[in-house]
């Protein structure tokens, strides 16, 4: 496994080193301190799995740069860390298909079942901000599209894609759209894994 962290603090970038370290021993950690160094190891390794993001790494166009990022790779799970970030900010990344965002002060408690976390499910929404601020919760974001959360309905049922594209009124190829719209919102590789992400949101 191969994992790029961005992180300006260096007792930050121990933390988030060690916790991952100490649940996959055998992962290729790059580590950087300034945005280019992250942007070429993204682009020169394809195989990245995870990649935990400082916001403070990208000055002032921070947000705009981890959206590029979302864009240019939708097979790697991003993380953001940061000491806060609005909660409309986080709802529009998300929606763009954001892994996770991690407070500072949560590495100092907890990181490591962070980390078991989003690598196990490939996604991580704090707590603490949910009960912060209940809009954040991704089934109130426009995470998914009136039709995508029909589509989700009847997968939990176990229809399959013909059953549910006459339950619906939409044909076969249809249903087959979005579900791969699903995987990719929920960052989900098989059916399974899209009931389980959407019941841990609070979609389903």
């Known amino acids: 496994m191969k994992i790029v962290i ?13 916790a991952w370290l100490s649940l996959y ?3 290729e950690i790059t580590a950087c301190d300034t945005w280019d160094c992250t942007v ?30 979302l864009g240019v790779l939708p097979k790697t799970h991003l993380i953001v860390t940061a000491d806060h970030l609005p909660a409309r900010v ?3 990344l998300y929606a763009g298909g954001l892994s996770g965002f991690i407070q500072h002060k949560e590495m100092y408690d907890g990181l490591r079942e962070i980390l078991a976390l989003i690598a196990v499910r490939g ?7 949910l009960q912060a601020d209940e809009n954040l919760s991704l089934a109130r974001c426009e995470l998914l599209s009136r039709r995508q959360k029909q589509v989700l309905g009847y997968l939990k049922d176990g229809l399959s894609n013909k059953q549910i594209a006459a339950k619906i009124g939409i044909t076969e190829p249809t249903v087959k759209l979005h579900i791969h719209g699903l995987f990719h919102k929920l960052r989900a590789t098989n059916r399974t894994q899209i009931i ?9």
């Open 6 to 18: 961005g992180q300006k603090n260096a007792e930050l970038m121990h933390l988030l080193k060690h």
């Open 25 to 27: 021993p055998e992962t």
């Open 40 to 69: 070429l190891d993204l682009l020169k390794t394809q195989s990245v799995q995870f990649v935990f993001l400082d916001l403070a790494l990208c000055d002032l166009h921070g947000i705009e740069r981890i959206e590029e990022l």
């Open 90 to 92: 986080l709802r529009k």
């Open 123 to 129: 996604l991580y929404v704090s707590p603490a901000l």
């Open 196 to 204: 389980i992400k959407a019941q841990q949101l609070g979609i389903l």
